[in-house]
């Protein structure tokens, strides 16, 4: 036994430096501002936390936040959670598959890239995955006939959901498995009530945050057609079933070198597990799969690699019974010198393999992990800038990405969306605008872009600049232009549909320049394009995969641009592109300026 303790306790030790050594030095990623802002105002209506409402994890760091700031209260209920989960996986899976089997998985679970990266962060995962370790060791003692087994397990899964809702799709079907294992019927009438008066408790505080059931029923609707309409089809656009495999089986284990071979011993693992016919897996099996099945058909696979965190459990578990397979078949044997000496050696192996996985990720994760350790995140050193140089009048116009960014770190700067704030001020030049935006700009505040970032994030705030809008850059839209849109390396555009129409201030210019652009994957390879201003009429030709630029003389006084292409296009309905965008397209527009010539 005290072997045994020592065993876990050096695992968690090494774990444990793992995940400190890249602990956050701020805020990053666009949940963690929305959590932030919750521990000092709980307000789910206004996404403070994000739906859907999260109400035991923002209890708990209210509770932290007496004795720090929110941040700092949320990094350090991530820490424990980490390695504390870290304990409670090993305890559940030496319950399904043994003491040997269960630190190697532990050890791949918590060295994993998905876990590195998500663990520590100031948001909900690091505890959520803590409580569904604790939930899954509960649900696989079931059968065991001891007294308060399934109400305790009942108690977990509860809280386990009452901390992350979305970890429900993962928690009830293993707790229905649970359910049937147990003995008597008097086992599953305490589980399911204590497991109703449980969720009870939490959720009538979320309710009564929203503002009541009818409150409540409308939010949680709306969220869920949001869901619907853009993680389940949106954000699938132009993307295979394959890569969306990949991404939620995977792109959570690392690269191809380091998730293949996991992978397959997972595979071989399952082989066994089935031979071996071991029920007690059988609650964390059905919650990982169902999980896994809902997540890649319906989830947004931009953050497939966050999301895949409650199916990876499974996959770990899989992996080190194959690992330790010839541990435990040694440990059949007599307890002869040889047979003694084979087990180190083989035990040896084990822990070589998961090390040289973990050091493997850690390789993989590191230009992340270090960059958010050692420096500001490129939102806050954006923020930070703007704080530094930028007046109180100034009018703040964002990236969607990055609203939950301007309401923590520039809550007393006046900020409103770019297609919004154009259409406010497009025609007041003299009030000064400030572009805060996901992508490359004027002054730019930059991490290493590399294959880790691009895989394990979902690719936003590596790059995020800061840039003033110029007078002659000022116009409103009127109708038929879609929202900003930009790429990392600061490539910025507006869709526009059928007709679009622009309104110009009056700046004394004699010129403006239009710029228009058709993407390489753009369906029309020639779009002619009518311009007029003020009853005169030009056209420019616009080609797929280049640009267009059209120098137009401008009347005395504010001006009125219509622009009418000749040809539309629908994304959704191009055959073979895999496209959700149900938007009436025709060309970009890349930029609008206003010059003087004499």
């Excluded at 380091?258 to 016919?277: D, E, F, H, I």
């Excluded at 003033?468 to 507006?494: C, F, N």
């Excluded at 004699?510 to 201003?533: D, G, K, S, W, Y």
Aim: aromatic share 8%; with cysteine; net charge positive.
């Amino acid at each position: 036994m005290r072997l045994s303790r020592l065993k876990i306790v050096l695992a968690a030790a090494a774990i444990a430096v793992l995940h400190l050594a890249s602990l956050p030095r701020t805020i990053w990623e666009y949940d963690e501002s929305l959590f932030a802002l919750a521990v000092e105002s709980y307000r789910p209506l206004l996404h403070h936390p994000p739906p859907p409402g999260y109400p035991l994890y923002i209890a708990l760091a209210k509770l932290a936040a007496l004795f720090t700031d929110p941040f700092r209260a949320l990094i350090a209920i991530s820490v424990v959670a980490t390695i504390a989960g870290f304990v409670f996986w090993v305890l559940a899976f030496r319950t399904i598959a043994g003491e040997n089997a269960a630190i190697i998985a532990a050890l791949l679970l918590f060295s994993s890239p998905s876990v590195l990266i998500s663990g520590v962060l100031p948001q909900s995962d690091a505890g959520a995955l803590a409580l569904f370790a604790a939930a899954a060791w509960a649900c696989s003692i079931q059968g065991a006939g001891r007294r308060g087994q399934a109400e305790l397990a009942a108690l977990l899964c509860a809280l386990c959901i009452g901390w992350r809702l979305q970890f429900s799709i993962a928690v009830v079907p293993m707790f229905l498995v649970a359910l049937m294992l147990m003995k008597t019927w008097r086992d599953r009438l305490a589980a399911t009530t204590v497991f109703g008066v449980a969720c009870l408790a939490w959720l009538v505080p979320l309710v009564a945050a929203t503002g009541g059931p009818e409150s409540y029923w409308k939010w949680l609707s709306g969220q869920a057609a949001y869901y619907a309409a853009h993680d389940a089809d949106l954000s699938r656009s132009g993307l295979s079933t394959s890569h969306i495999a990949l991404r939620f089986v995977a792109h959570p284990w690392g690269p191809k070198w380091l998730s293949l071979p996991l992978l397959a011993l997972a595979a071989g693992g399952a082989v066994y597990a089935t031979l071996k016919r071991n029920a007690r897996i059988l609650p964390l099996a059905a919650g990982c799969l169902v999980y896994l099945t809902f997540a890649a058909t319906t989830m947004d696979p931009a953050d497939a690699v966050r999301y895949a965190i409650p199916s990876l459990p499974l996959l770990a578990l899989l992996a080190g019974m194959m690992v330790t397979l010839p541990l435990e078949r040694l440990t059949t044997q007599t307890n002869d010198a040889s047979a003694i000496r084979s087990g180190w050696l083989t035990a040896g192996a084990a822990v070589a393999v998961a090390l040289l996985y973990a050091a493997g990720s850690y390789r993989y994760a590191s230009p992340v992990l270090r960059a958010r350790a050692t420096s500001d995140s490129p939102p806050v050193a954006a923020a930070n800038w703007i704080r530094a140089n930028a007046s109180k009048d100034t009018v703040l116009l964002y990236d969607l990405p990055l609203g939950p960014h301007v309401q923590f770190l520039l809550r007393d700067w006046k900020a409103m969306r770019v297609d919004a704030g154009m259409a406010a001020y497009g025609d007041q030049p003299d009030v000064p605008l400030l572009l805060y935006a996901d992508g490359e700009g004027e002054r730019t505040f930059r991490w290493p872009d590399t294959d880790a970032y691009r895989k394990l994030t979902r690719r936003h705030y590596g790059a995020v600049s800061v840039t003033a809008i110029r007078r002659t850059q000022r116009y409103r839209a009127v109708e038929g232009v879609s929202a900003p849109e930009r790429t990392r390396d600061g490539l910025a555009w507006r869709w526009l549909g059928a007709r679009a129409i622009l309104e110009l201030p009056d700046l004394g210019a004699n010129r403006v320049r239009l710029t228009f652009r058709a993407p390489p994957e753009c369906p029309i390879a020639e779009n002619r394009v009518r311009v007029e201003i003020h009853g005169r009429t030009t056209f420019v030709t616009v080609q797929r995969n280049a640009s267009s630029t059209l120098v137009l003389p401008l009347p005395p006084g504010p001006a009125r641009i219509t622009i009418t292409p000749e040809q539309t296009f629908v994304p959704a309905n191009v055959p073979g592109a895999r496209n959700r965008d149900k938007r009436t397209l025709s060309v970009m527009l890349t930029g609008v300026e206003q010059s003087s010539v004499p």
